[in-house]
């Protein structure tokens, strides 16, 4: 069974960056389809950034398009996502997400209902 764990949040301030990283333990993760949520306080669980199993597929939400990028180190079981020019819409707890279910299309997952595995989730907080 393949374990998450998340790493990498914290407080920062608006205008600044961080490197959440996502480390599997259990089981290889290279050919996993890979993904990143977020939730804020009173809101549900939101699609950030999620990569393919074969890498050549990478989606982003529009709300951080073009500030984040994920990537995946399979030699290391780690997916990373770099987020620039933070907001403080940008605070909530960051939650990776591994698919070891049938992988059935070549593109990735944006549902979290399509993910079963999880991690536990690191907070960012980004002041004003």
């Known amino acids: 069974q393949v374990q998450l764990a998340e790493s990498g949040g914290g407080l920062v301030q608006a205008g600044g960056s961080l490197r959440l990283s996502c480390a599997a333990s259990?089981?290889?993760?290279?050919?996993?389809?890979m993904g990143w949520f977020r939730q804020a306080p009173g809101k549900e669980r939101e699609f950030v950034a999620a990569?393919?199993?074969?890498?050549?597929?990478?989606g982003y939400a529009d709300s951080v398009k073009g500030r984040s990028t994920i990537s995946r180190d399979n030699a290391k079981n780690t997916v990373y996502l770099q987020m620039n020019w933070l907001k403080p819409e940008d605070t909530a707890v960051y939650y990776c997400?591994?698919?070891?279910?049938?992988?059935?299309?070549?593109?990735?997952?944006?549902?979290?209902?399509?993910?079963?595995?999880w991690g536990q989730g690191t907070q960012v907080t980004v002041s004003s």
């Open positions: 259990g089981r290889t993760f290279g050919w996993y389809p």
């Open positions: 990569i393919s199993s074969s890498g050549g597929s990478i």
């Open positions: 997400a591994v698919r070891t279910l049938r992988d059935y299309r070549t593109s990735y997952y944006y549902i979290p209902g399509e993910y079963n595995i």
